[in-house]
């Protein structure tokens, strides 16, 4: 089975919530919220409104963070990445 992945951006954190609760609802197991730079404190938010507010059978299964390195006009920049795993109990 495909990894359902949402990838967190600039969009509303609702427009976020809404995907993952699409995807629990079409059946997945597990969603993966996956975030870099900027964006993690959003993933976060996405992440805690899904297990609070509308998904309480549902757990953080796992947390992984990393560093990527990116190529940008100023040579390259290390950016900070978080993935989390929300699961159903």
Given at each position: ?89
């Amino acid at each position: 089975m495909a990894e359902n992945s949402v990838f967190v951006g600039n969009k509303p954190v609702m427009n976020y919530v809404l995907a993952v609760l699409t995807q629990f609802n079409s059946g997945a197991t597990e969603v993966s919220i996956k975030a870099r730079g900027r964006a993690i404190s959003r993933a976060v938010d996405v992440a805690e409104i899904v297990r609070k507010r509308f998904l309480p059978d549902v757990d953080v299964k796992d947390i992984k963070i990393s560093t990527e390195q990116i190529e940008g006009e100023q040579g390259t920049a290390n950016v900070s990445a978080i993935e989390i795993t929300l699961a159903k109990k």
